[in-house]
């Protein structure tokens, strides 16, 4: 009865109304009351860093919940920390099973916002404050789900783990660590990845997205250095005239367009869900020919799908010159790169050096914390168990495989040979996600469907 009113209120302040009617009163509270508290922890890089207290509120919280107070650990690194929990499986042998998050957040300026970031409120149906969405909430609905779990006796087959890293939003090391001590895992989920959309209008889902594939994230220096001299005696080979030409070659350019597994089933399933015909055709022919040149142009003048048919390289910083009476001595770029998962950066650094055609550049690797991974395979077990978990949770919503424009934590794993799928079960409206934005929101409706998924999902993927 009161789980009924609660959804209804959910439903009525949110304008959404969910057809499964969430039925763990006790999980879905602990989610809410453990989120804003979480929230209101300010866990940003630097001084203050309030990760290391959302660590010991997750802890505790795991604790309660029937994990053993040896088997979670929690570990300083910097002015950061990191988590790993672990529910002891019944078969040692078998590979462990991972849930993966991150708890700290991206900045937020109090001044900029609506509401203070840092002070978690519900309002209009919806949970506010930076983290709602990128990923306190999907954190804690995660722990609920466990300990809810362990209230219905349930016993893993294979070791379940749950871990948070503390710096996935800048440094990305301790991702990095985790990635390391859990390498021979079986499979991960990322719940700080993947998610539902809702209808614009309706506010109904409209379709779930889960990835098994990022972009790598690559930075290259090019530069060129010169003599120079005074301006009034002008040479041919300036500096900033010689790296502009090089850099109107490179965004020129277009690297092949390819496809994965991924990419294909991604194109074809979304493609029914786009609202422009000659994008959904485009879509449609890409997938079944990866070289249809009309298909081409159409996705790669899109900026929503240029990125999903190839490594996309483009220029984001420039910086020359030492006075303005004087021939550079030295011009220099930043070429940012996506680049399609199966091609080293080494590889595309080289297509971009041949591409500048200019002799008197030189290009090097300046990317900090990232690592070029392969998609992971379109496992059917994994695919089975979302499929299962989705209809259990939001009934009749269809499924859409992607790639992640990158990066996640989910990289290292990858990195590692440990397949790894971003699958969380937040929906929100395109228009309404502000992770990493301003004014926060997730609608606390998505936390009763959330828990039926997980607890759907978790004891199929640790059998
Ligand atoms: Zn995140």
């Known amino acids: 009865m009161r789980s009924a009113m609660l959804t209804l209120a959910a439903m009525l302040l949110s304008g959404t109304a969910f057809a499964a009617p969430p039925s763990h009163p006790q999980a879905e509270a602990q989610a809410l009351e453990l989120a804003k508290k979480a929230i209101a922890l300010r866990s940003v890089v630097g001084p203050g860093n309030k990760t290391p207290q959302v660590a010991k509120l997750y802890s505790d919280a795991l604790i309660q919940g029937g994990f053993k107070p040896s088997d979670v650990t929690i570990t300083p690194y910097r002015d950061t920390a990191y988590l790993i929990a672990r529910w002891p499986g019944s078969d040692p042998s078998l590979k462990p099973f991972v849930i993966s998050g991150h708890m700290d957040v991206v900045e937020a300026k109090p001044s900029d916002w609506q509401r203070d970031p840092f002070t978690p409120i519900v309002e209009n149906g919806y949970l506010f404050g930076r983290g709602a969405t990128d990923m306190k909430l999907s954190g804690t609905i995660a722990i609920a789900a466990l300990s809810e779990l362990r209230r219905q006796g349930f016993k893993p087959h ?3 783990i749950i871990e948070f890293s503390g710096d996935e939003e800048t440094d990305m090391k301790t991702g990095a660590i985790i990635a390391e001590e859990l390498s021979n895992a079986d499979i991960v989920l990322n719940i700080d ?3 539902g959309n809702l209808n614009e209008k309706t506010g109904q889902p409209e379709y779930f997205t889960w990835d ?5 994230y690559s930075d290259f220096k090019l530069a060129v250095a010169n003599p120079g001299g005074h301006s009034s005696q002008p040479r041919k080979d300036n500096a900033i005239n010689l790296l502009a030409a090089a850099l109107t070659r490179i965004g020129q350019y277009r690297f092949k367009p390819e496809l994965n597994d991924l990419t294909r089933a991604y194109f074809t399933e979304a493609a029914r869900y786009k609202g422009d015909p000659k994008i959904a055709a485009a879509m449609r022919a890409f997938a079944a020919n990866p070289a249809d040149k009309a298909a081409i142009e159409t996705l790669a003048a899109d900026p929503a799908m240029v990125g999903k048919i190839g490594t996309t390289c483009v220029a984001t910083m420039i910086s020359g010159g030492h ?3 004087a021939l550079p001595q030295h011009a220099e770029a930043n070429i940012n790169c996506r680049i399609f998962p199966g091609h080293k950066p080494a590889d595309i650094m080289a297509e971009l050096k041949k591409v500048a055609a200019e002799p008197a550049l030189t290009i090097s690797d300046v990317t900090g914390g990232s690592v070029a991974t392969d998609a992971s395979p379109m496992r059917p077990d994994f695919v089975a168990a979302v499929k299962k978990a ?3 949770s939001y009934p009749g919503t269809p499924i859409i495989p ?12 990858r990195a590692k040979h440990v397949d790894s799928y971003g699958a969380a079960s937040l929906f929100t409206k395109a228009s309404e996600d502000f ?3 301003l004014n926060e929101r997730t609608p606390i409706a998505d936390i009763g469907p959330s828990i039926d998924y997980y607890l759907s999902l978790i004891p199929d993927l640790t059998k």
């Open 158 to 160: 294979r070791t379940l």
């Open 193 to 195: 990845s993947g998610g």
């Open 212 to 216: 098994g594939a990022e972009k790598t």
């Open 323 to 325: 006075a303005q009476n």
């Open 390 to 392: 989705l209809a259990a």
């Open 402 to 413: 992607a790639m992640a424009s990158g990066a996640s934590d989910s990289m290292w794993f």
């Open 435 to 437: 992770s990493h934005g």
